[in-house]
């Protein structure tokens, strides 16, 4: 699994990253940055809890 974020929606408001800390953080600039190339599988659940709470739909969650 692996998740696809489009930086150039992402609004900054770190729901992901608040979700799932061991996925997602914000960068400087307050856009989303992936931890992981390809999620482990502890932490897939995770992933897309954090994909599902973004409310721009930034985050696309790929099998």
Do not use: N, Q
């Not at 974020?5 to 992402?10: F, M």
């Not at 931890?35 to 809890?49: F, G, V, W």
């Amino acid at each position: 699994m692996r998740i696809v974020a489009d930086r150039e929606r992402c609004e900054g408001h770190g729901l992901c990253a608040d979700t799932a800390p061991e996925v997602y953080e914000l960068d400087d600039d307050a856009i989303v940055v992936l931890l992981h190339e390809s999620i482990p599988p502890e932490l897939e659940r995770k992933a897309e809890a954090g994909a599902r709470v973004c409310p721009v739909a930034a985050l696309r969650v790929e099998s």
